[in-house]
């Protein structure tokens, strides 16, 4: 069962010197993990972001023996390039406790536009999502949702009657559909007189047609809003992905292992030539700020020169 949660700091020099310390695996995101206080604080002054927050940390944990410590440490750099894109990251990956876990230390300054990290309770939701998809990608276990279903007062007095509100049809009708998109679930939602009436990036309305009134899915619960049911649509495109495996193999008996293991694998080169890929451009940028900070040093000692040596020539003169 995979966990996560955030929260900030004021010292990010503080957060790493703790995660270091006892970590048994780790790894840097845009920044190299060896040196990632000074890289972290330079890009802070670069963009005059030294007040307040210096970062944010997220703790992810899994079930007790579902991961190795090599694994763990690779899933939680790609939770890391989900939920803080254009951030320098290092992850550290600890075993001292029942449950491995990462503590993945975020920089608060954004590289591309100097914004920061915005930490609030969406935040936290982006983040839990990101962590299940991920877990269920990687075939992991996932904490039961919490505040699965919200009902207003008015709802719970109808259910106290025994009876069914507009809102409870809608859950029902997507609790009922198998669909593994949103063209699916739309077509099995017409059937039932409810259709999908506005979606954005991180949000989804349905429009109840019999009572002509709408709703978005966040205030249905956690399955009905986007998040949840991305990771329904995936859930169920894996569940057809295996009966089409069994139905198209003799081999049922044995254990998939060479399959599981060949996924890690390449998670694992892939990860290797992204950590490679981050270091090379990490280094491009620290040898160009380098030399622009040789430039400007230099061209501060010639201005400082030629200060000097027009203060000498007026001594010259006056003598």
Not at 2 to 7: E, H, L, Q
Not at 203 to 222: C, Q
Not at 232 to 238: D, E, L, S, Y
């Amino acid at each position: 069962m995979a966990t996560a949660k955030i929260s900030s700091t004021k010292s990010t020099a503080r957060a790493i010197n703790y995660a270091e310390k006892r970590a048994e695996a780790k790894s840097g995101v845009l920044c190299d993990v060896d040196y990632t206080k000074g890289a972290f604080k330079a890009s802070r002054e670069l963009y005059g972001k030294t007040d307040g927050n210096q970062g944010h940390v997220v703790i992810q944990s899994f079930k007790p023996g579902e991961v190795t410590t090599e694994q763990c440490n690779q899933l939680g750099v790609e939770l890391a390039e989900k939920i803080a894109p254009n951030h320098q990251v290092a992850v550290y990956t600890h075993n001292d406790t029942d449950h491995i876990h990462n503590h993945i230390v975020i920089n608060a300054v954004n590289l591309e536009n100097g914004k920061k990290f915005n930490n609030n309770k969406q935040a936290l939701k982006d983040i839990r999502q990101a962590n299940d998809v991920i877990c269920h990608e990687h075939g992991l276990s996932v904490p039961n949702a919490q505040a699965e279903m919200r009902y207003t007062q008015a709802e719970l007095e109808i259910r106290k009657k025994g009876q069914n509100s507009w809102k409870d049809e809608i859950r029902k009708a997507i609790n009922a559909s198998h669909a593994a998109n949103l063209d699916e679930l739309a077509h099995d939602l017409q059937e039932q007189n409810i259709a999908i009436e506005r979606v954005t990036d991180k949000t989804i309305t349905y429009r109840h047609l019999e009572a002509d009134k709408k709703v978005r899915g966040s205030k249905l619960g956690d399955p009905f809003d986007k998040g949840g049911l991305e990771i329904g649509f995936r859930r169920q495109n894996q569940q057809r992905q295996h009966e089409q495996e069994r139905q198209g193999t003799t081999r049922q008996n044995e254990p998939n292992r060479s399959k599981t293991r060949s996924a890690w694998d390449k998670f694992a080169q892939d990860t290797a030539k992204l950590r490679s890929d981050r270091q090379s451009t990490e280094a491009a940028r620290l040898a160009h700020e380098k030399a622009r900070r040789d430039r400007e040093q230099r061209e501060q000692e010639r201005a400082s020169t030629q200060r000097a040596h027009r203060k000498s020539r007026g001594i010259d003169i006056e003598l």
